[in-house]
T-cell receptor
Framework: NAGVTQTPKFRILKIGQSMTLQCTQD?????MYWYRQDPGMGLKLIYY???????DKGEVPNGYNVSRSTTEDFPLRLELAAPSQTSVYFC??????????????FGQGTRLTVV | TQLLEQSPQFLSIQEGENLTVYCNSS?????LQWYRQEPGEGPVLLVT?????EVKKLKRLTFQFGDARKDSSLHITAAQPGDTGLYLC???????????FGGGTRLMVKP
């Protein structure tokens, strides 16, 4: 059972370039999330989705876009990369119902450096 | 905006010592989760507490949810080098669609 799979694991971008971080889950979870984690810090929510076709902004959405065309996939798009977007990005999913609905399963992360 | 503050931020102890990590907020959460993260990996869920005053034990780890569901603690007894990692608390909102993470406690247990 793969769980949450993120690709790529590492990427170096030049300022102004664009890229898409891929995320797929095989647990049939309704909810999916994108977080960023800066060195030595906790996680900040970028965007989340409660189901296919539905997305919403989190705490730090500027400079990012998402789409959710299927239950399994939740790609994160960076347009015009900036050094401030250097971070480790984590995708997560959860069942999304009930008091245990926010229990999140995380991918291994994508380490992005913008130079 | 719901905020969670963890303390201490860093903790370096010797193997065999006990420690407690705190997670505090002025907001009420429907659930409180603890995750552990190792270098180069994503966070892994340790436990979820949902009832005020609830205590859960996971081997040498004891988790407690405050009576008012605003705070939580993680106590580790007889810490081992394998406990080294970043411990994150996260609060679930009432809608069940969002987690708010604390800043994390980085624990190092020296042999």
């Amino acid at each position: 059972n793969a769980g949450v799979t993120q690709t790529p694991k590492f990427r170096i971008l030049k300022i102004g370039q664009s890229m898409t971080l891929q995320c797929t889950q095989d647990m049939n979870h309704n909810y999916m999330y994108w977080y960023r984690q800066d060195p030595g810090m906790g996680l900040k929510l970028i965007y989340y989705s409660v189901g296919a076709g539905i997305t919403d902004k989190g705490e730090v959405p500027n400079g990012y876009n998402v789409s959710r065309s299927t239950t399994e996939d939740f790609p994160l798009r960076l347009e015009l990369a900036a050094p401030s977007q250097t971070s480790v990005y984590f995708c997560a999913s959860s069942y999304g119902q009930g008091s245990l609905g926010t229990e999140a399963f995380f991918g291994q992360g994508t380490r992005l450096t913008v130079v | 905006t719901q905020l969670l503050e963890q303390s201490p931020q860093f903790l370096s102890i010797q193997e065999g010592e006990n420690l407690t990590v705190y997670c505090n907020s002025s907001s009420v959460f429907s659930s409180l989760q603890w995750y552990r993260q190792e270098p180069g990996e994503g966070p892994v869920l340790l436990v979820t507490v949902v009832t005020g005053g609830e205590v859960k034990k996971l081997k040498r780890l004891t988790f407690q949810f405050g009576d008012a569901r605003k705070d939580s603690s993680l106590h580790i007894t007889a810490a081992q080098p394998g406990d080294t990692g970043l411990y994150l608390c996260a609060g679930g909102n009432n809608a069940g669609n969002m987690l708010t993470f604390g800043g994390g406690t980085r624990l190092m247990v020296k042999p």
